[in-house]
Nanobody
Framework: QVQLVESGGGLVQAGGSLRLSCAASGRTFSSYGMGWFRQAPGKEREFVAA????????YYADSAKGRFTISRDNAKNTVYLQMNSLKPEDTAVYYC?????????????????WGQGTQVTVSS
């Protein structure tokens, strides 16, 4: 399995931007599809975006389309989530996850490794 550490969360005003990063340990990062999920208080963890092993195959939740961009740098063992035009409803803990699925994974059960999460708070 791969170890994942997220960073880049914080407090931002509505309409602002944040870039989340997820650093992975190990030398097999490029063999994993990667995804971002989020969980708001009292709600289920939900899919946000995913990217296949070989960029640029990506997939987004409807809530993220047009505002969020997922990307990866296999040389740096890092996956990113650029979030623009943030809304208060984007407030959640954001989790990075890794999957051995060969395509673009987006089902929670397809992900085998998870980070600890980073808090994103969007004020109105």
């Amino acid at each position: 399995q791969v170890q994942l550490v997220e960073s880049g969360g914080g407090l931002v005003q509505a309409g602002g931007s944040l870039r989340l990063s997820c650093a992975a340990s190990g030398r097999t990062f490029s063999s994993y599809g990667m995804g971002w999920f989020r969980q708001a208080p009292g709600k289920e963890r939900e899919f946000v975006a995913a990217i296949s092993r070989s960029d640029p195959n990506t997939y987004y939740a409807d809530s993220a389309k047009g505002r969020f961009t997922i990307s990866r740098d296999n040389a740096k063992n890092t996956v990113y989530l650029q979030m623009n035009s943030l809304k208060p409803e984007d407030t959640a803990v954001y989790y990075c996850a890794a999957s051995g699925f060969p395509g673009v994974p987006f089902i929670r059960a397809d992900f085998s490794s998870w980070g600890q999460g980073t808090q994103v708070t969007v004020s109105s």
